[in-house]
Nanobody, 119 residues
Framework: QVQLVESGGGLVQAGGSLRLSCAAS????????MGWFRQAPGKEREFVAA???????TYYTDSVKGRFTMSRSNANTVYLQMNSLKPEDTAVYYC?????????????RGQGTQVTVSS
C-alpha cells in the first residue's frame, strides 16, 4: 500500500498562485509515477500532471501547460506549482501514485485538497 497526503490548497483570486505538496509513504519503492488529478463539482475527475519517478520527466494536460509545474524534492515528495490560476481551475486536487507504468491512470490517491479560484 502507498499512502499519500496532500497540503497547500486554499482560496486565491484569479491570476494568483498556489503550491500543492504531496508526501508519499508506505511501499513507495513500487511507485512508477506520481501525479495530480482534479475534480470540479459536477464533472469527472481529470488528469492534471504527472512525473516519472525514474527520470523526472513530466506530463501535463493541455489546459495547464505553461501555468502549472510539477516537481519533486526527493523520491517521495512532489509539488504542483500553480500560477496564473483561473476560476475554471477550481476543484479538489488529488495526489496520485501509479505502480503499473501508466501515466494517465493511477493506483493510489490521497484524500484531496480544495483549490478555489475566485474571479
Amino acid at each position: 500500500q502507498v499512502q499519500l497526503v496532500e497540503s497547500g490548497g486554499g482560496l486565491v483570486q484569479a491570476g494568483g498562485s498556489l503550491r500543492l505538496s504531496c508526501a508519499a509513504s508506505g511501499r513507495t519503492t513500487s511507485v512508477y509515477t506520481m501525479g495530480w488529478f482534479r475534480q470540479a463539482p459536477g464533472k469527472e475527475r481529470e488528469f492534471v500532471a504527472a512525473i516519472r519517478r525514474s527520470d523526472g520527466v513530466t506530463y501535463y494536460t493541455d489546459s495547464v501547460k505553461g501555468r502549472f509545474t510539477m516537481s519533486r524534492s526527493n523520491a517521495n515528495t512532489v509539488y504542483l506549482q500553480m500560477n496564473s490560476l483561473k476560476p475554471e481551475d477550481t476543484a479538489v486536487y488529488y495526489c496520485t501514485a501509479g505502480i503499473l507504468g501508466r501515466i494517465y491512470e493511477y493506483d493510489y490517491r490521497g484524500q484531496g485538497t480544495q483549490v478555489t479560484v475566485s474571479s
